[in-house]
């Protein structure tokens, strides 16, 4: 989960090296991806003019890990991005993928409170807790560094519009499909 501290500073010093003021060491772009991974928001300033960088970073840690063949966004998507610069929905896009992510979040989070607090009809299985442990450090690394899903509403449950129930009822009976296949397969 994201630090509620400020921002991890760093600074960009002429030379175009990266400079880590908590540390006092340099660092490279690999470096601060790994920040961000663990939760750490990062904010990185041009030295001498002070100029916010944060974001062209950002997206340059993107294009190289796209780059090496680590595609999160397909082709579609780029190309929607591109024409969303120079159209009208320059307006919108921002607040789509805003709650396009989160969304994503509150599934995850939903996904790993099903996996740690219900108990589950294959634990008898033998490997299945093994399974279980990899499937929770595997969510807990793709949930790195994003915050909570939400406040709870009076019934316990995340509050939420209707829309974005409908999608986590997706998501459970997505996950109920695979682990029925699941059992089948250990039988």
Do not use: C
């Amino acid at each position: 989960m994201a630090n509620e501290e400020k921002p991890l500073l760093i600074k960009r010093y002429a030379s175009r090296r990266l400079y880590n003021t908590e540390t006092s060491d340099y660092v490279t772009l690999e470096d601060i991806a790994g920040f961000i991974r663990t939760g750490r928001d990062v904010q990185i300033v041009d030295l001498k003019s002070g100029d916010d960088l944060t974001r062209q970073y950002l997206l340059q840690i993107i294009a190289e890990h796209e780059s090496r063949g680590e595609s999160v966004l397909p082709v579609d998507v780029l190309t929607d991005l591109v024409r969303s610069y120079t159209s009208q929905a320059q307006s919108i896009v921002p607040q789509f993928l805003a709650m396009s992510f989160d969304m994503l979040r509150e599934g995850q989070s939903k996904m790993m409170h099903n996996l740690t607090a219900i108990p589950h009809p294959m634990q008898a299985v033998p490997g299945f807790e093994a399974m279980q442990r990899q499937q929770r450090a595997f969510l807990k690394t793709m949930m790195a560094g994003w915050p909570a899903a939400g406040e709870e509403g009076d019934d316990g449950e995340p509050d939420q519009p209707a829309a974005k129930r409908e999608d986590l009822d997706q998501i459970k009976a997505q996950l109920a499909a695979l682990e029925e296949k699941l059992a089948k397969l250990s039988k």
